[in-house]
Every structure is written in structure tokens, then in C-alpha cells.
């Protein structure tokens, strides 16, 4: 299967990521990827850059060489009400918004029940597109209810390429949860998790997991620029801010 998007990948800006959004360009135009989003941590991640990183992604061109660049963050959740780390004056500039709970950050250990509450009351802002490694064990949640959510709010489900190899335990979770994303019609983001640009554009253990769960070309967005304009940029059309923001 051809996918033509990557739609997580970090930057020299992540603080423990290597490559630059130059370098990602060249490496995906090798490799025949049309778009890449550039999604580096939100601030609240140790290391990660200031707001003025986001707001500012206005900056980088639209295309370098053939590659479409999309501005993006993966964004933290940093409270059990589901609330994120960047503010509507970044969201608004940016392409791609993927939110996501990680341990170094401030919310870094619920349960099931609060983690869910947590997801489902992040869905709730109209700025994220994609939820990212949902299958991620250090972090348990009722996936069926959270897929329901996103479906009803526009968002896709990733199935990260990096998790079968640095997410333990994380395989069966993630081939549930494509699952169900079929049994209700819904569709998958793949992103590579790249954190070089070596790894862009990297979607073997994804679609080992799409497969495995039966999941079709159609069910998958990277797959098609119709696919990716309907999902993923189309819908962020309505508040989407081109100009620069003024420090
Ligand atoms: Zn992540
Ligand atoms: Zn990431």
C-alpha cells in the first residue's frame, strides 16, 4: 500500500529529536512522500519549544521542493480535564494539531476512568485532528468510547509506526483499536513518530497493525490527497489563520 503523508514527525526544536524541517523535506521528496505535518511536542514537554515556536510556523513555506510541509504540534494534555498545552493563537496557525499524553509531562499518571474523561473532554476542542498512539499501555483507556468521540468530532486515530517498538505491550491494543475504528467507519492517521529524518515516512509496523485488523486503503488517510483534504485539512479550513502573529 502507497502512502503519500506523514503525519507525525520531530524536529531539532522537540529538544531530543535530530533533524531539521530542511532536512524532512529532502528525505520524504527521496522517498516519494507528498505531504509531511512537523509536529513537535507542546511546551509542556521537557525540552520542548516555546509558544513562539507554533505561532510562528507561518513562516516555514507552504511547499519545500514537491513536499507539502503542514505545521502542526503534537500537543500534551496537561490536566484531568483534558486541557493542552498551546492556546488558540498557535492552534489557529497551525495544520495538524495530534494531542497526546506522555509521562514526562504534567498529567503523567490516571487511571483508565480519568485518562478516558481526559480524552474525551480534549475532543471537545475544535483544534485537534488526531489523537496520537491511543494505544500506548502506560496510559490505559476505554477505546471504544474515545473512537466514538472522535468519529463524532472529526478526528482521526493514529496508528503510530513507532509503537510496537518503543511503546511495550502496545501491539494488541493498537490492532484492537484499529478494529474498532473499522467496525464503526471510521478512519486511521499513520505517523512514522519520526524523531530523524531517516525515520520519515517509516509505516511498516502501522500497516503490519492495519492489516492485521483488516483495515482497507479507503479506511486509512494517507493514502489519498482527497482522503487528507476531507479529513484532515478541509475541515481546519474554517478558522485556519495565514498571517503572521505580531509579538
Ligand atoms: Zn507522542
Ligand atoms: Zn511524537
Redesign the pocket.
Known amino acids: 500500500m502507497k502512502l503519500i503523508a506523514d503525519f507525525h514527525t520531530h524536529t531539532v526544536a522537540s529538544g531530543h529529536a535530530y533533524s531539521t524541517i530542511e532536512e524532512y523535506a529532502a528525505e520524504a521528496q527521496k522517498r516519494g512522500l507528498k505531504y509531511v505535518a512537523i509536529t513537535d511536542?507542546g511546551p509542556d514537554m521537557p525540552g520542548a519549544p516555546h509558544l513562539f515556536h507554533f505561532v510562528n510556523l507561518v513562516m516555514v513555506p507552504e511547499k519545500i521542493g514537491p513536499v507539502r510541509i503542514l505545521r502542526g504540534a503534537?500537543v500534551n494534555i496537561i490536566n484531568a480535564e483534558g486541557e493542552i498545552d498551546l492556546p488558540k493563537q498557535a492552534l489557529e496557525r497551525l495544520d495538524v494539531v495530534i494531542v497526546?499524553m506522555?509521562t514526562p509531562c504534567s498529567y503523567n499518571k490516571g487511571d483508565k476512568r480519568s485518562n478516558t474523561r481526559a480524552y474525551l473532554k480534549a475532543l471537545d476542542n475544535p483544534y485537534i485532528n488526531i489523537i496520537?498512539?491511543p494505544g500506548n499501555q502506560q496510559f490505559p483507556i476505554d477505546h471504544t468510547r474515545i473512537i466514538a468521540k472522535a468519529r463524532e468530532k472529526g478526528v482521526m486515530i493514529e496508528i503510530n509506526n513507532s509503537s510496537p517498538v518503543s511503546r511495550r505491550g502496545s501491539y494488541d491494543a493498537c490492532v484492537e483499536i484499529a478494529r474498532e475504528v473499522k467496525r464503526i467507519g471510521w478512519k486511521v492517521a499513520i505517523g512514522s513518530?519520526a524523531h530523524i529524518s531517516k525515520m520519515v515516512g517509516g509505516h511498516m509496523q502501522a500497516l503490519k497493525i492495519c492489516r492485521a485488523a483488516g483495515l482497507k486503503k479507503d479506511d486509512i488517510v494517507n493514502t489519498s490527497a482527497d482522503l487528507i483534504e476531507k479529513y484532515i485539512l478541509g475541515p481546519r479550513k474554517k478558522f485556519k489563520k495565514e498571517y503572521a502573529y505580531e509579538f
Open positions: 511536542h503534537e497526546a506522555h496520537a498512539h513518530d
